[in-house]
């Protein structure tokens, strides 16, 4: 599985943006995750969709509210839709498939490159 994201770049606070992470490969794991790392800080977890029996996503409490995960199957693609960005939002995004575990951990198999995003004040 190859994992392709972009989207990022610079944005003023209170600015959207939408990242994108386009999935190839043998048959594309039914769960994807974000996650970002900013300077010096571990990486953290940010939103995560599963399916196909139904459609289930779950966000970071920092992004609950502002930040939507989806997908588009027939482009096998997860999007990253981000609104009211924040400064502290500045990271290094990752897309992820397939989890060891739980979603929330960064233990996935597969990663995409990342995609910046820097938020300015």
């Known amino acids: 599985v190859q994992l392709q994201a972009c989207g990022g770049g610079l944005v003023q606070a209170g600015g959207s943006l939408r990242l994108s992470c386009a999935a190839s490969?043998?048959?594309?794991?039914?769960?994807m995750g974000w996650f970002r790392q900013a300077p010096g800080k571990e990486r953290e977890f940010v939103a995560a969709?599963?399916?196909?029996?139904?459609?289930?996503?779950s966000y970071a409490d920092s992004v609950k509210g502002r930040f939507t995960i989806s997908k588009d199957n027939a482009k096998n693609t997860v999007y990253l839709g981000m609104n009211s960005l924040k400064p502290e939002d500045t990271a290094v995004y990752f897309c992820?498939?397939?989890?060891?575990?739980?979603?929330?951990?960064?233990?996935?198999?597969?990663w995409g490159q990342g995609t910046l995003v820097t938020v300015s004040s």
């Open positions: 992820a498939a397939e989890p060891r575990g739980s979603v929330y951990n960064a233990a996935y198999n597969y």
């Open positions: 490969g043998r048959n594309v794991s039914s769960v």
């Open positions: 969709i599963t399916w196909p029996k139904g459609v289930a996503t």
